[in-house]
């Protein structure tokens, strides 16, 4: 992420989820992690197979 934590932890929005969506996005958590870290990974990989299509 090329965005400091402050920067991000500056504005804070909460979306909601689904308890299911929610099990799979802490799934795909890694150690140190936050929910926004792994929202980044699934934007920016959503981003890549969108330019491959």
Do not use: F, Q
């Given at each position: 992420?090329?965005?400091?934590?402050?920067?991000?932890?500056?504005?804070?929005?909460?979306?909601?989820?689904?308890?299911?969506?929610?099990?799979?996005?802490?799934?795909?958590?890694?150690?140190?992690?936050?929910?926004d870290?792994?929202?980044c990974?699934?934007?920016?990989?959503?981003?890549?197979?969108?330019?491959?299509?």
């Amino acid at each position: 992420m090329s965005e400091s934590e402050t920067e991000r932890n500056t504005a804070v929005t909460t979306i909601r989820v689904a308890p299911s969506t929610a099990d799979d996005l802490h799934d795909l958590k890694s150690r140190g992690d936050t929910y926004d870290d792994v929202v980044c990974r699934l934007i920016e990989n959503a981003g890549t197979h969108e330019a491959e299509s």
